[in-house]
């Protein structure tokens, strides 16, 4: 197949398609894994709820109960959270629909290009919303007393251990797709150079 | 010019130089800017200070008082918001060191593809600092009823209003950095597959 290439170089590729396929079934395995993690992230804080009742008083023998929940929406950074998640686990699915419908639509350069800006765009703002929460579960978790904000995660424990979970999810997606973007970045070049047998000095320099 | 890189193609650009040195410019001004507004954020944050003094009780016609300090160390986003910029402010100005030295030194295609990706990286920190920022500063403007954690730029206005400016130049910033980073992604292409004169549907599918 490779020697077939070399006789017709406006076929496709001359060197290496193996290489190429494997670099392939590697982003679509990391894809498929960033879009479980985000989705994960998404699903776990938008559940995430905890009811509990507190007594807040004693009458006589009577304890005066309060009953207070803790939800994400309460707080707008775990918001933020969800709707940036879900919007990458969306981005994420679609990219996988275009990688795998790839060789079938004639997309004419399109997808190589609008593929890693979208996932550029998209690190940027689950980076947000994983940051934004992670800061917002250390106060939660430490308080700050210097603004006199109390900690609360020592009253509702498993609401902040699920949101924990919820954003180590969110933040190893965002690590995956910083490495499909970066992949892809380096094989546009690898592609288009080893398809030319470019030499390697060049003159592009952002 | 484009005629005498038509006879030699390993010389360098055969097509629309003065495009690429366009281009260039374009993308070194916004690096400057980029540049610009991230030592903005680091220093416009860095040095937020606001100390005041309040009256806390009256005995008798004598004012007892007291001084608290708001400062950025107390906040740990905004210590993480002055990290990111300040590393964001560096990448930009290395990068433009690299821009305006490339031509002298030998990179050997190596800069194409590590700075976008090191952009990559800057745009999901800096991102992360910014919106961790935003979300604890509209914690401090509003409260949290639900937490009971209540706002405190009604006490240290000037404060709130120094951290929102450097919370708008580290946004614009991002901002400018994924532009960077969009346009160096299109370049790689744009330069490779102009410079062959490839047809532009490709199977490149990240």
């Not at 396929?21 to 709820?49: C, E, G, H, P, Q």
């Not at 990219?95 to 290009?113: I, N, Q, R, Y």
């Amino acid at each position: 197949m490779a020697s077939e290439g070399r006789e017709k170089p406006e076929v496709g590729h001359d060197q290496a398609p193996a290489v190429s396929t494997k670099v392939d079934s590697i982003i679509k395995v990391l894809r498929v894994l960033a879009f479980l993690l985000t989705l994960d992230a998404t699903l776990v804080m938008a559940l995430n709820k905890q009811t509990k009742t507190f007594t807040v008083a004693t009458i006589g023998t009577v304890p005066l109960r309060a009953t207070l929940s803790a939800k994400f929406q309460h707080t707008p950074a775990f918001v933020f959270f969800v709707v940036a998640n879900a919007n990458a686990a969306l981005h994420n699915l679609l990219m996988l629909a275009v990688a795998f419908a790839g060789s079938k639509l004639s997309l004419k350069g399109f997808a190589p290009l609008v593929v890693p800006v979208l996932d550029l765009v998209n690190v940027a703002i689950v980076s947000g919303g994983a940051s934004a929460a992670v800061f917002m579960g250390q106060l939660g978790r430490n308080g700050n007393s210097h603004a006199r904000w109390n900690k609360i995660c020592d009253k509702f424990e498993s609401y902040c251990n699920r949101g924990g979970a919820a954003m180590i999810s969110s933040l190893v997606g965002v690590l995956l797709m910083i490495i499909i973007c970066a992949v892809s970045i380096v094989r546009i070049r690898n592609h288009y150079a080893g398809y030319n047998k470019l030499p390697l000095n060049s003159s592009v320099l952002p």
